[in-house]
């Protein structure tokens, strides 16, 4: 899936659940969805360093909390069957980060770790300020 798909992925669901959260009488929060890290060879994506810091730090947010599962099972499209085992990297669980300051909800598949020490991705620089804050 790419970014944008998820975006409108999870941008779905929270209208459906905050259309029952108003029918109930219930506050309700709008965060803007960003998808990170949803990566698909036919779309570019920045490449770059990240700090050491940094990829502790995602790590460290990564264990805490609730880790989802996803859709489904992704498979990285960059490798040539990678690691030298003829296989590919895999995953099939997700995670949302929550920027209340900003009112932002950052979504970024397991498979983040994989695509920066692998492929050189670099996530964009609000997500990487964000995460360092945290």
Same mark, same amino acid.
């Given at each position: 899936? @790419?970014? @944008?798909?998820? %975006?409108? %992925?999870?941008?779905?669901?929270?209208?459906?659940?905050?259309?029952?959260?108003?029918? @109930?009488?219930?506050? =309700?929060?709008?965060?803007? +969805?960003?998808?990170? $890290?949803?990566?698909? !060879?036919?779309?570019?994506?920045? @490449?770059? /360093?990240?700090?050491?810091?940094?990829? =502790?730090?995602? *790590?460290?947010?990564? !264990?805490?909390? =609730?880790?989802? $599962?996803?859709?489904?099972?992704? /498979?990285?499209? +960059?490798?040539?069957?990678?690691? $030298?085992?003829? %296989? *590919?990297? &895999?995953? !099939?669980?997700?995670? &949302?980060? &929550?920027?209340?300051?900003?009112?932002? /909800?950052?979504?970024?598949?397991?498979? =983040? +770790?994989?695509?920066?020490? /692998?492929?050189? +991705?670099?996530?964009?620089?609000?997500?990487?300020?964000?995460?360092? *804050? !945290?």
């Amino acid at each position: 899936m @790419k970014n @944008k798909e998820v %975006e409108q %992925e999870h941008l779905e669901m929270q209208k459906k659940f905050n259309k029952s959260l108003l029918e @109930k009488g219930h506050p =309700i929060e709008d965060f803007k +969805f960003v998808a990170v $890290g949803y990566l698909d !060879s036919s779309e570019s994506f920045e @490449k770059g /360093e990240v700090s050491n810091n940094f990829l =502790i730090k995602l *790590r460290v947010l990564w !264990s805490e909390g =609730i880790i989802l $599962g996803s859709a489904g099972h992704h /498979e990285c499209e +960059f490798c040539e069957g990678g690691y $030298g085992t003829g %296989e *590919r990297a &895999t995953s !099939s669980s997700e995670k &949302t980060l &929550t920027d209340q300051e900003n009112k932002i /909800e950052y979504i970024f598949p397991e498979m =983040i +770790f994989h695509y920066i020490t /692998e492929h050189k +991705f670099k996530p964009n620089k609000a997500f990487i300020e964000f995460v360092m *804050r !945290s």
